[in-house]
């Protein structure tokens, strides 16, 4: 696929297969988000694959999905995310806002899964003190968020926001996103 249909298709997914990530992916992934702009190319972010079973179970205790939902969007039984990718700031090199590098990072991180067909939720919901405690990272490193990895088990639809931006799963268990139509969000020249 192409970036743009990339960017286009990407859906965020919930429901993934028993598939293990291979760690070259894994790794290609962290290494684009190294690629990603930094202000001030100050490069304050981390990462931690997490892809041992013991530790995606304890991980996977922290996290809270699909809010407007749940709990009918949590991931189901064998069709838990088969990685994470856990981002971190350190904040002996940034203290605060490195969230506008985390996010262009996170962004190239789920644009390179996708292009290998590996989906993945971008999760804030995260009890960040237990993650914290379960991977052994150093105080000097905060939590920005928690990316969850594996091959899709589901296929999302976007649909035209009519009245409200809540997502929604259909009698077949499908899940409809709305989007804002680009008409609403464009602007030339002036507002
Ligand atoms: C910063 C950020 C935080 C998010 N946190 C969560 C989360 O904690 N749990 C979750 O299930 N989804 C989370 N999401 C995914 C959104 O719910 C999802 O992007 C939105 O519903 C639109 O769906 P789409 O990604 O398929 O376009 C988050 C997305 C972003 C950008």
């Not at 760690?23 to 690629?35: F, G, S, T, Y």
């Not at 390179?112 to 939720?121: F, I, K, L, P, T």
């Not at 960040?128 to 379960?134: L, T």
């Amino acid at each position: 696929m192409k970036l743009y249909e990339l960017i286009l298709s990407r859906r965020s997914i919930r429901q993934f297969k028993p598939k293990a990530i291979s760690k070259d992916i894994l790794e290609k992934l962290v290494n684009a988000a190294r690629m990603a702009p930094s202000a001030a190319n100050l490069q304050p972010l981390e990462f931690i694959i997490v892809d041992e079973e013991k530790l995606r179970n304890k991980i996977f205790g922290c996290l809270k999905w699909a809010a407007y939902i749940a709990p009918q969007g949590d991931p189901q039984p064998n069709r838990e995310p088969m990685a994470y990718i856990v981002i971190l700031a350190n904040a002996e090199i940034k203290e605060r806002g490195y969230e506008y590098d985390a996010g262009a990072a996170i962004e190239n991180m789920i644009l390179a899964a996708w292009e290998q067909g590996v989906g993945s939720c971008w999760l804030l919901s995260a009890e960040r003190g237990r993650i914290q405690e379960i991977l052994k990272i150093p105080l000097t490193h905060r939590i920005d968020s928690v990316l969850a990895l594996g091959y899709p088990d589901e296929e999302p639809i976007v649909e035209m926001m009519k009245n409200s931006v809540k997502y929604w799963k259909d009698s077949h268990g499908k899940l409809h996103v709305p989007k804002r139509k680009l008409e609403d969000i464009i602007h030339f020249n002036r507002f």
